[in-house]
């Protein structure tokens, strides 16, 4: 390697047993490695110590309501779609301070959370998750930035890794976020794992992807490894577990708050909020108050919310959605319909977390392919 | 290598989400159970400018936020005015302030009432029960440049006599030329001689050029639906009316989720909206 | 707020049915009808115009002042729950069998009114089908209005 940083759309091969050395030049350069890694029987985001703490040989199924951890029969690094956590949880955490307020005399001072200052690596962000950190960013950078997430955001550098199989709930393709990684990355890796192969071939993004390749052995691109790549992100592709027509979901969505499928999602519904936790991109949220016992100090800290809450909508000791078809409602069209006059894009990136972690396998896609159905015109002079 | 990562910034001095301590400069009852208050900044400043409609979030030290509109004269920029029904922890602690104790206030937020919009043309404000704090601002600028409006019909209703607010200063209202302010309630005993009934039930009396009128409506959601509907039917054009919408709210700024009404954040593209905009969420059920 | 700021001098010309918002437009033959069966009337402030229970003979067209509907309940022995004024009228009774008044009506200031026999004109319209269906859909958009508003006032909105 020359004292140059390798710059944007550079393209390298990087071996296996060089991936410690990987890792090491990205905390060398600063970073706190979170990544993939084994807990509970799911593969989750945590720091990254070593290589060994990443899911080597693991892979999952999924469908609806259904989450097993397998062996592989290879030791693939990431060979695995995507768990019940999402990046969200780094930039905008479950539970969190945003500041703190003492009494002085008769007034109070505020005094606003320090971001904690070490920059993040997410290691391992998969396609869809990409397009959700960029609605994330929307929600909480696009008008006044919120201190706490864009203070982490700006630090983070972006390892992506375009996905070598799909999942059983898997529809990027139909959202049209994935599997490719194609933008808003700061390093792409994909993994090659051949007969007697085990490479990852790694696309720089951005200056600051860049740089964090300067100390790590390095080999030019070969015309057969573009090959598999490409073979492998075809593959992916069109190995989708659902799929989901995204034509015209807004207009679908928000013309039709009667729709008797509503109330027929509601009776499987257990308002549980799973999907709205493991959703990377919702947003929702709640304020907490925490005084002191002695009254003198007292914090603010935000907490994730969900639609699906009673609490959620509360007026005047009222719910306004009071019934779990309206909350189930809220949610779809919110993510499907609404986000798209609010944000410019749908909330939906095709992960399918939603529906791998429903209890009751509730399927978005499911869901909405019933939306598309009309509803029977009423009779007339029938019913009431 | 260091340098490639962006340095660590220090943290803002204020939160974006952080109150201002201000002061309980006055309280006073209006009715049982709400309360004016009059605040202002503890360090003796100016009131951020705010518009007729707009809103703050109130804080009580350790005990939380509620949203309250702003209720007093938009031009006084040495103090704001909210008018609060004691109707939760928040607003009860906030009820219990005596003159001098703090108060957090961030804000304003929302947009508010189309006033340049109103310009030259006939003006119909309805209020039903709290409905009327959040109108007050407008009233003020109205009168403020009264030259700039043509008729102006105020028509407020409350559940009881009881349950008036800004008694005495309706009362002067009432007594102006250049303005005609009706009160009517829901019921009343004997000691009471003005108009019982809904505020609905005056429209039929309220006097305007349909095609040049703009109607500002505030109070409880089906109050305003059959307001909104009975002005339409007087020839009011649906993109004439206005009415400010209320949900539960978090953060005012747009990123909590809470208060979302239809594909509208009622902190952030509201309180006040247009009446043709919202009007088949208004419809629907539990939007 | 007492009163009516507004209030215009009580002119002295004689009531006529057909100036009543209610008569304009109804025929011509069931206007002069009801003008034979009516009788100008005045109360001062105070004044009771029905009784709760009592025969309801008569209906009211209201020309000036107010009147207050009152029922009465254990807590509130005068419950105001509606107010009639000018252009309005006041009373169906005479319409609904067994013929009583449901509420005391009582003025809350000088009020003119005409009051129509209404024991004669439901004959009146009874001999007159056609007539009497067109005063009915004149009537029922009122009632239904009204109706409308006690199920907004039984949510009690503003106690919200």
Redesign the interface.
Known sequence: MTAA?PAAGDRFLLDRRDFSAFLTSIR????RIVGPTVRDGAIVYGDIQAESDLPIGWTERQDAGRYRLERRSDQALFGYVVGPHSWKKYLFPSHER??T?T?DG?????I????D???LAFLGVRACELAALKITDK??MG??P??SYS?RR??VLRVAVQCGQAGGTCFCVSMGTGPGVTSDYDLSLTEILTEGRHEFLVAVGT??GG??L?SVPLRPPTDEADRTVTAIVAHTASSMGRSMDPTGLRDLL?SN??HPRWERVAKRCLSCTNCTMACPTC?????E?V?SLD?EK?E?WRRW?S?FNLE??????TP????SS?RYR?WLT?KL??WH??FGTSGCVGCGRCITWCPVAIDITEEVAALRVPPPAPTPGGGH | MASDVPSPSPAPSSHPLAPAPYFVRRQTAETGDTNTLVLAPMDGGPVPPALPGQFNMLYVFGVGEAAISLSGDPTDSTQVVHTVRNAGRITAALAQLPPGKAVGVRGPYGRGWPVDAAAGRDVVLMAGGLGLPPLRPVLYHFLSHRAQYGRIEVVYGARTPKDLVYYDQIQEWRQRSDLRFQVTVDAADRSWYGDVGLVTARIPDVRFEPGNTIAFLCGPEIMMKYAARDLEARGIPRSSIWISMERNMKCAVGICGHCQFGPEFVCRDGPVFRYDVVRDWLAAREI | MSGDPHGRPEPEAPLRVADHPFFIGLDPQLTREASRLAKERRFDTGEMLVRDGDPAHWFYLVFHGKVALEVATAEKPHLTIQTVGPGEVLGWSWLVPPYLWRFDARALKPTQVLAIDGTEFRQTLANHPEQGYRFLVRLLPILAQRLENTQIQLLDIHGL
């Open positions: 940083s060398t350069a600063g970073y945003l500041w307020a009494r008769p007034t109070f001072a505020v606003s959370e320090p971001s200052p070490t920059p929600v909480f008008g006044i919120d201190p203070a700006t630090r200056e600051a740089s964090v300067r928000l708050p009667d947003f929702c949220h709640t304020t108050e005084p009254a007292t603010r919310d639609c959620f909508t509360k007026l005047h000791a306004v959605r009071a019934s309206s809220q919110h319909g609404s006059d609010q």
